[in-house]
């Protein structure tokens, strides 16, 4: 499972982890997903390989 997302203001995407429906979805997830402690996925940055404009 990977996803994708790009914002322009990290503090704004910082603070919607910090929400009970997020964290419940973590807590969810965390049987089938690698996880910190916190049970928020481990992100992992993959290399561009190819972008349109």
Do not use: C
């Not at 481990?42 to 349109?52: N, Y």
């Amino acid at each position: 499972m990977f996803g994708y997302i790009e914002i322009d203001d990290p503090e704004r995407w910082a603070a919607g982890a910090d929400t009970a429906i997020n964290r419940k979805w973590w807590d969810f997830m965390a049987d089938i997903m690698e996880t910190n402690e916190d049970n928020s996925p481990v992100s992992v940055d993959l290399p561009v390989l190819f972008h349109m404009d």
